[in-house]
């Protein structure tokens, strides 16, 4: 006889209110990304086409909310292009970065955040240091040395 395993609640997309702080925000989104888990299992749930518009990105975006499946770095970055686009303060772009472990050369891609003088980031990795920086550096190229310094 087969068991019945218990149903898993989805994650739930975070609520952004107006009162809250851009930090809060983010951290909120970070959060929701994180509880998605990243996808270890080899498999690609989503196709992400770089050269798509965004408009049909923002549409994967959705249906990664809707499905609630694992997601890899890149998968994070358009879902995180989608939750941060009501909060027009930020400016965000890509940041692209590679590093290795015992002779092995891995990508990575976080959404980079830029508000009030200060650098951060949203994202998801293998390793935790490689993803969620919060707002607080002033120099970009630290932020970045900062997502990579685990190495």
Do not use: W
């Not at 975070?14 to 702080?21: H, N």
């Not at 994180?34 to 299992?41: A, E, H, I, P, R």
């Not at 049909?56 to 499905?67: C, N, P, T, Y």
Request: proline letters at 6%.
């Amino acid at each position: 006889r087969g068991q019945v395993l218990p149903e898993v609640p989805a994650p739930t997309p975070p609520i952004l209110r107006s009162t809250y702080s851009v930090s809060e925000k983010l951290l909120l989104i970070q959060d929701y990304i994180s509880k998605l888990q990243y996808d270890y299992t080899g498999c690609q749930f989503f196709e992400i086409k770089k050269n798509r518009p965004l408009c049909r990105l923002m549409d994967v975006a959705k249906s990664m909310i809707k499905e609630a499946l694992p997601i890899k770095c890149l998968e994070a970055v358009i879902l995180s292009l989608y939750l941060t686009t009501d909060m027009i303060a930020i400016q965000r772009f890509p940041l692209a970065f590679k590093t290795s472990f015992e002779n092995n050369t891995y990508k990575h891609i976080v959404l980079a955040i830029y508000y009030n003088g200060r650098f951060g980031a949203l994202g998801l990795s293998r390793r935790d240091t490689l993803m969620y920086k919060e707002l607080k550096t002033r120099d970009p190229l630290r932020s970045a040395q900062g997502i990579r310094k685990v190495l």
